[in-house]
């Protein structure tokens, strides 16, 4: 009788009490009910077969497999896109790739080992021992040490015409001062891998290495570890003449990018797409790095769309795109080319590297926030499911109630170890959110792996209860999103304010502690500014949410000026830094759309004979493109990014936008 009581009350309590302020809990625990992350580590492991290289044989297969899973799981439209790359064909600011055909490729010591039949590096049983972009080539030649082999220094008073030398530098680097312009035969790279707090840590990691993606005439690079580097550096110290016979079949050649999509449909569709993104393409196995990604928006296709055509959820508003291309590339093709599709992509959600054991790996998922210059209601979304799915974790961790734990029974029982993080770089999520696009995207990533880029990003790395976490923040999120109406902008206009006032408050604490009046004065104000751009956000994804915007954007510019007040209060009167800057005005050329700096490619140094030195580079660079919009003067724009990423010198600004107007990008006016 008593547990019945309990039990009724317990029930009217959670009636109460929903779980989440943006999904009802009916179907919110139908996604946590369905998600599996076990079926999403399954398909890593199929993926992490497949050498995923941009325009490759390797990555065809994966994209026919994806294509398969995605028809199986039910998703309309699905297809293979292809986007020539030959090197010469150009989706906006980027020139594509060649593609790479690899089939072979071994090394092994002939002398003075020859006995013991040293075998180095075979392509056949590992993936990375041979670099990206390597062509045709067998040749019988020695060991040269040349250091780093990046710098003109690194190759004073030694001949390594005709050899193969040894080198720790940016193995396309090495290349080029080597063998194009010192005419060595090849590359023996051991260039370590993305720096972490576990650098150095692990001396068997082989990296994955890449040639210049445009240069045809590439002879080859292969890759070994450190410790097996060190061997060889020791030896050759020693004044030992090591032999070596490289034989390698593979071509640069021009092939095609390869982009994978298909659809849940929307009833509505003048109500815009959400996109689900990740990249398809890395390295075998390339577990984390993304085959991870890949798995996870494929398991939220599966997922959602099971539950769409069962009638447990709702057909959503909007339509549902899933996209898996090779990384930034194949995301570049396809706005290009879609560039009819951008005005209806309302949100983006992009995972890369979702499923690290954080046990072996070292990784922290981060839920990471867009850039200053796209300030939106995705944050709030996904921080909404986001603090629910870690708070299931935490409490099936602590006190062992795992009534939200969504734990996987082929996955771990731990705590979920994530954060909300401010932007970051290094993905497609660049792209989707550059100045040209604008496409506000949840982008879900793992930082750092100590294994990324490397042979060992082997499945086994995988937790399947954190993938099956982050396939539930990215369906309640992505399914919020593609239904949300009236009721729901409210719900969404709300919390973006509440959780803006948080933020708006953490500025007033920064501004407090600033030490420059201008500074303190500043931090409030972008705050505040930012705030109200999240809130007119709300609307542009649910039009019907416009009243009630309204109505909160005049509170949270009164808080502004609350933050304001408190600062004359405590800090003295609001004064102006230098201005001088505050009539220089650049504007955007329409016709040069998209990123200008995409991983291998340079669209300055492709447009200008000579790039002149520029301080800004990096987030900087991207961040002050995206802020020009024709109205913002250079004072503004800076005003802006020193808010959101410290130090950054007007001046530093203008002579970057003159580089900018120089290649074409931008126009100036006010210059004085
Ligand atoms: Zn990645």
Not at 200 to 210: E, S
Not at 268 to 278: K, V
Not at 357 to 375: G, V
């Amino acid at each position: 009788m008593k547990t019945v009581t309990i039990a009724l009350l317990a029930c009217i309590l959670t009636a109460q009490t929903p779980k989440t302020s943006l999904l009802p809990d009916a179907q919110l625990l139908a996604i946590t009910a369905e998600a599996s992350g076990s079926l999403a580590k399954d398909t890593i492991i199929d993926l992490a077969r497949f050498h995923r290289v941009h325009a490759s044989p390797g990555f065809h297969e994966a994209a026919e497999y994806i294509a398969a899973k995605a028809r199986e799981y039910g998703l309309e439209d699905v297809h293979i896109e292809l986007f020539p790359a030959d090197g010469k064909t150009t989706y906006n600011t980027f020139r594509s790739y060649l593609g790479w055909e690899p089939h072979f490729g071994h090394l092994v010591e002939i002398s003075p080992r020859s006995e013991r039949n040293e075998e180095i590096a075979d392509y056949s049983k590992q993936r990375t021992a041979l670099a990206d972009y390597s062509n045709i080539a067998f040749v019988i030649t020695e060991l040269i040490d040349v250091g780093a082999g990046t710098s003109a220094k690194d190759y004073e008073g030694k001949d390594v015409k005709y050899q193969i030398v040894l080198a720790g530098g940016d193995v396309a680097t090495v290349h080029r001062q080597a063998v194009e312009l010192r005419g060595a035969f090849g590359v023996l790279s051991y260039q370590p891998n993305q720096v972490t707090g576990w650098s150095g840590d692990y001396p068997d990691l082989v990296r994955w290495g890449h040639l210049s993606p445009y240069n045809e005439k590439n002879t080859f690079a292969f890759m070994i570890s450190s410790r097996r580097a060190h061997e060889f550096q020791s030896r050759l110290g020693r004044g030992d003449k090591i032999e070596l016979q490289a034989m390698v079949d593979a071509q640069i050649k021009p092939s095609n990018f390869e982009v994978v999509t298909g659809v849940i449909r929307g009833t509505d569709p003048d109500a815009g797409e959400i996109i689900f993104s990740c990249h398809l393409c890395h390295q075998k196995p390339g577990a984390n790095d993304n085959a991870s990604g890949a798995a996870a928006i494929l398991e939220d296709a599966r997922l959602l769309a099971l539950l769409i055509k069962t009638r447990t959820l709702p057909q959503p508003r909007r339509t549902i795109r899933f996209i898996w291309p090779p990384e930034i590339a194949g995301t570049m093709c396809y706005l290009a080319r879609h560039a009819d599709e951008i005005p209806k992509m309302r949100a983006a959600i992009h995972m890369d590297m979702v499923g690290g054991d954080p046990k072996i790996t070292k990784s922290i998922l981060h839920l990471t926030r867009t850039p200053a210059s796209l300030p939106s209601f995705v944050n709030d979304v996904a921080a909404v499911f986001g603090e629910y799915v870690l708070d299931g974790a935490r409490r099936a961790a602590m006190e062992g109630d795992f009534s939200d734990a969504n734990i996987s029974p082929e996955g771990s029982k731990d705590m979920l170890l994530a954060d909300f993080h401010d932007f970051t770089m290094g993905s497609d999520h660049d792209v989707y959110e550059e100045g040209s696009f604008r496409v506000p995207t949840i982008y879900m990533n793992d930082w750092p792996d100590v294994f990324i880029h490397t042979n060992l990003d082997t499945p086994d790395n995988m937790d399947a209860t954190k993938l099956q976490r982050v396939a539930v923040i990215g369906a309640a999120s992505g399914y919020f999103l593609a239904s949300a109406g009236a009721g729901e902008g409210k719900k969404l206009a709300g919390e973006v304010f509440a959780r803006g006032g948080q933020r708006q408050a953490r500025a007033l604490q920064q501004a407090l502690a600033a030490n420059l009046l201008p500074d303190a004065y500043n931090y409030v104000e972008q705050a505040g500014r930012g705030e109200q751009a999240a809130l007119q956000s709300v609307a542009q994804l649910i039009p019907e949410a416009k009243p009630v915007v309204d109505g909160l954007l005049a509170k949270s510019n009164a808080r502004l000026e609350e933050s304001k007040a408190v600062l004359a209060e405590l800090r003295g009167k609001q004064i102006r830094g230098d201005e001088t800057l505050s009539r220089v005005i650049p504007a955007r050329n329409p016709k040069v759309i998209g990123n200008l700096d995409v991983y291998y490619y340079d669209y300055l140094k492709d447009h200008l004979d000579t790039v002149p030195a520029v301080k800004l580079n990096g987030t900087l660079a991207y961040e002050a493109l995206n802020l020009v919009d024709g109205h913002r003067n250079v004072m503004e724009i800076h005003n802006t990014l020193r808010a959101a990423y410290g130090e950054v010198a007007p001046q530093d600004l203008l002579d970057y936008f003159k580089v900018l107007e120089k290649a074409g990008v931008v126009s100036i006016r006010g210059l004085p």
